[in-house]
């Protein structure tokens, strides 16, 4: 079976090339990051990961590490399901993502050193008053977006793939918005099912002043790192993609 997930538009670097005619998946059902993709030249194939993305936040002693875990089960677990239902079509390259949002708390102040505090995780609100509890918290301040990126390709050795892992970071930064601004965003429900409760770039743009960091990892997936990482593993591998 032929494959191409290179659009005409994607620049031809090393990384690109090396994708030409190779069958590109995306293990995510986010048509946020699927639109990065194809924007940037690379259009995917989709299989949503069933990894149930449970892992304990309180085992990870570095909070970045917690995105990238989970990317990585999601990619392995679609990998396998994918070679496992036709051996003769495996995926040459599978992608795994996951975005978080953490409250933004400056690393080493003397506050933290002394009461070991650390950022909290903002998960997706379970109701308008949670949502308007985040946006309040939020509000005049900074989060941090996190987005956990896996690649898993074949190798030759056991387990017949590799892994390739990293994090991506972006702050963002609130406006000091009356209440009735952040009320009337609740009430539009565009936060609902939206890490931290806002989308930047839906109306939630209409809450935040500027972002520190690449605004594509603040929608769901870092692409000019993603594209990098590539041709670093040309670079590192002449067999990256060849097996």
């Known amino acids: 079976m032929s494959h191409n997930a290179v659009l005409p538009n994607a620049l031809q670097t090393p990384g690109i090339e090396r994708l030409r005619n190779k069958r590109v998946v995306l293990a995510s059902a986010s048509p946020r990051r699927k639109e990065i993709l194809r924007t940037l030249g690379l259009d995917p194939e989709v299989a949503p990961s069933t990894f149930p993305e449970n892992l304990p936040?309180?085992?990870?002693?570095?909070?970045?590490?917690?995105?990238?875990?989970?990317?990585?089960q999601k990619a392995v677990e679609v990998y396998n399901r994918l070679v496992e239902a036709d051996p003769d079509d495996p995926p040459d390259l599978?992608?795994?993502?996951?975005?978080?949002v953490f409250t933004h708390a400056l690393p080493a102040t003397t506050l933290e050193m002394e009461t070991g505090t650390r950022q909290e995780l903002l998960e997706k609100p379970t109701s308008k008053v949670d949502n308007l509890r985040m946006l309040l918290e939020l509000n005049g301040g900074v989060c941090e977006v996190v987005s956990g990126?896996?690649?898993?390709?074949p190798i030759l050795t056991a387990p017949g793939y590799a892994v390739r892992e990293f994090d991506e970071r972006s702050l963002v930064y609130f406006?000091?918005?009356?209440?009735?601004?952040?009320?009337?965003?609740?009430?539009?429900?565009?936060?609902?099912?939206?890490a931290g409760g806002f989308a930047v770039q839906g109306l939630g743009a209409l809450l935040i002043r500027k972002i520190d960091g690449d605004y594509h990892n603040v929608v769901g997936?870092?692409?000019?790192?993603?594209?990098?990482m590539?041709?670093?593993l040309v670079e590192e591998d002449d067999d990256f993609l060849t097996i």
């Open 57 to 72: 936040f309180s085992s990870f002693e570095q909070i970045h590490e917690y995105p990238v875990a989970t990317a990585t």
């Open 94 to 100: 599978v992608i795994g993502a996951d975005t978080v």
């Open 149 to 153: 990126v896996s690649l898993v390709y």
């Open 221 to 228: 997936f870092p692409g000019a790192a993603f594209f990098k």
């Open 175 to 194: 406006a000091d918005n009356p209440r009735h601004i952040l009320e009337a965003y609740v009430e539009n429900g565009e936060g609902a099912d939206r």
């Open 230 to 232: 590539l041709d670093i």
